[in-house]
């Protein structure tokens, strides 16, 4: 069985579609990337999947089940901002999350003094969410997310806001609950933070899906046209070249984007003429390099990466 | 149902736990009893010792005012401790009477010179009496400022032109005789129910009704404004910080309704009763101590406590809701308090209403009052208080207000199903419409 079905699903607001005929379908015990960038509909099509907005067209299948009748307890739902109390103290706090979701308080206490340990805050359960940081506020709403036991895991954009050493804390704790059979669905707009883990994704953009499916298909299907090189000197010469569809440059070394068809040692030659070369690689394409070969777009456009969020601004909400 | 119980007990523990709650919730006693005790207070300081100049050019009116006064102790040369304490002492004040009257003067000239008398602050106030009691303008009472000739001077003025003009018809009574003739009268007050029962008699009896009536009502008022708005900021900040969406992926919106409105219910109800408790005690002991305010407790109907608590949770499940889908289409507490005007004018009109009804508790104004839905919590209080309302009127009244509430139950459930995830601006009407057919 699936986990999660999308049909066609399609929300409509005044002035623009929000999310325009989404489908796709999550493997039960997949780690699911749902993927894109800022304002593309992610929110919004978890907003639908979880029943928290009506979609104007289209079907959502939980656990083979229709969510509108059957609840979206088997849901955990991480929101992409916080949505904590902020004047009440973390126990308290955790405790009412796992009741609105049907846990009684035993069990929930029990719970909660678990999480807490692993995330090592046993120390703020006492205090307001406000004296929290924003790092801690995101872990308190991570337990508040699995404390019901939910088998299927909804995160939007869980890494936004942590430190590296607590995204990887935070990634280790989903790679161990998927380990023990709980499917993840994850949204991010930064998507070389998920790439590893995701064994599946959906690609959207201005609400429609660009590509759907396992990871490892899509990579396959859309070929091995990109190259790495790893250089010293001034990398600008690989814009003018014929064979180079796009470039992006990082310094000291360049993710390159060929022409279909094009001889990748062209490329090698031309490098060596210009600068001192220190590596030259045919690599898996990135999930930004598919992601704009798809779209079409630009480097500019690749608001996939994080320099990038900044010049995108805030995408309109709802 | 245990998840409506677990956001019934947040929005309880949550608030009744504030400081501010339970400072109000003790405090409010003290305060409400200040309040209702400071016009007697005010008033009880009177306007003091005046110089009132007298101009008397009637001849005789001078002499029986001044006689008037000084029979009941209105004058600085009168003992002041028996110059107090009359009706609650309400009317302590006492004149040092000036007679700046000149033989021949007109009514007109003299108030041209007592003006500027007045203007050179010779004295407080001054009265002019011409010799034609009935005349127009016969009478001018000057003083900086526009508040009326006092009472008491008004009353002694009255009775001294009823001596004159019994002097003048030759009908030889003395003053001591009219004023026997002209003393008021006392009209018991006798309330009676349609079953011809009387309900109570006496002043302090129906006093003490509608003052139960009137504190429960302000109550009402007090509640439904002060925990309304408190239902509206919380939905408000539900929005703000996003937690609506946590909570709508683990109830319905009806469910978090139901369970808010009630929890935040729960609380209002806790602090009455705290308040109810300390006006028993506080009656109880006023009673001891001044045992003639047992006829104003006497006079208090113990079904009005029933009626209260009915009356409470229709009309605050009606106010509550409606604040609840105010908060919910708003984003900034600034937002809100505009969009709550409507809403905090109907809670004010009704208060208002009272005072209407009050004086004429069965008129048609006081019925449809009573019977509007938004109104009745107050007014229909009211009447159950001082007046006797038909049975058909009170069921009327119950079943409108439990339609109104599941109609706007229906509504704020729309209205928050679309609002609550809509950031940004504040809704337009005809946007809240298509919100309500679209949920």
Redesign the interface.
Known sequence: MNAIEVEGITKRYENHVAVDGVSFTVPEGAIYGLLGPNGAGKTTSI?MI?H???PDAGTVRVLGRDPRTAG??C?G?L?E????????KVF?QLL??A????V?RRPASERITQWLQKMGISDWKERKVDELSKGMQQKVQFI?TVLHQPPILILDEPFSGLDPVNVNLMKDIVMDLNRRGTTIIFSAHVMEQVERMCSAICLINKGKVVVEGSLARIKKDCGTNSLVLGFEGDGNFLRRLPEVEGVDLHGNYAEIRMRDGADPTRILEAAMSHVKVRRFEVVEPTLNNIFIDLVGGTAEEALGRPDAELAAGEAP?? | M??V???IR?EY??RVKKRSFIVLTLLGPILIAGLYSLPILFMSFGAGDQRLAVADLSGVMGDLLRADLARNNHLVSDDPETGKGMGLGLENDRYEFLDVTQPGESVAQARARLNKELGADRFDAYLIMGDDPDAENNFIYGSHSSSALHRSVDRALTRAAINMRSQRQSLGLDAEALADLTRPVRVLPVRVDKSGKEVSSGIGQQLGAAGLAWGMGFIFYITFLVWGTAIMRGVI?EKG???????????TPTQFMVGKVTGIGLVALTQIVVWAACAFFGSIWGVAAVPQLAELTSGINPAMFGWFILLFLLGFAIYALLFAAVGSMCTTDQEAQQAAQPVLLLVVVSFFAMFAVQRAPDSTFAVAASIFPLSSPLVMLLRLGITDPPWWQIMLTVALMVVTILAVAWLAARIFRVGT????KRATLPELWRWVRA?
């Open positions: 907003r979880l928290i907005l009506h979206t307890d849901v739902y929101p901002e916080r949505g904590l109390y902020q004047k009440m308290d009412f999350l009741e609105i979701k049907g009684a508040g909400h709802v | 245990s998840r119980f677990a956001v947040r523990m949550v900040e910080s996003r937690i609506m969406e946590v909570l709508l992926a683990s109830i995830l809509m950031y940004g949920a």
